[in-house]
């Protein structure tokens, strides 16, 4: 008796039911469904089985996949077909400068799919959201937003992107931490809002901040923070 694996990676038995063998390995895939045929066909089992299954791939086909808004090389790419968002954004040449890391998702079949968090990946390794693109999705990057610049003696200075429920202390900790000569109060320098502003001329306004409440402090977009040397 012969089945095809259809695009989901699922193979349905009268008897047994819905099997699915998505992101398997060949070897891998072929224990799983020889323990499941096994428990109806008793043939497959033992030390001298008298039935036998055999799984083979035939070649695959290119699935097309649209990229759009803050990417370097945006428009429709032709890619392998177990291609995931990380790696589809690779080939449309990655994200530029304006555009976010922390909210890329899918539209497919014309509904939004959970979103790709570059930041959670890098920082965890949370690989759950990295979701395996299929034939005419559209891979949407909007723009950045926020821009908060950490600076000092941090292990990795540079201007990040915090999402609105984040605080200074998630800044800390996508920035690799404090180095061991830092000292414990930090200044934070913040923006005014430009209604806010008087005719002193003053843009800015600068504080310390005692590293233990940093995670009692929402950011502000635009926050700068120095971390100085003891």
Known sequence: KKYTIDKDGNIYDDKIGLLNINGMQKQEALEYLKNQFGKVYSTLRGNSPTTFINLSFGSLSSINVNFVGRLKYPGLHTLHPFSTILTGLIQAGGIDTTGTLRNIYIKRNGKSLKSFDIYDFLASGNDIQNIQLRDQDVVVVESRVSDVKIYGE?????????????????????????????????????????????????????????????????????????????
């Open 154 to 230: 941090i292990r990795r200075p540079g201007i990040f992107e915090l999402k609105s429920n984040e605080t200074l202390e998630d800044l800390l900790f996508y920035a690799g931490g404090l180095k061991s000569h830092a000292d414990s109060k930090i200044s934070l320098s913040r923006i005014i809002p430009i209604k806010k502003r008087t005719f002193s001329g003053l843009n800015t306004e600068n504080y310390y901040v005692n590293l233990s409440e940093l995670g009692k402090i929402n950011f502000t977009d635009g926050d700068s923070l120095f971390v100085r040397k003891i």
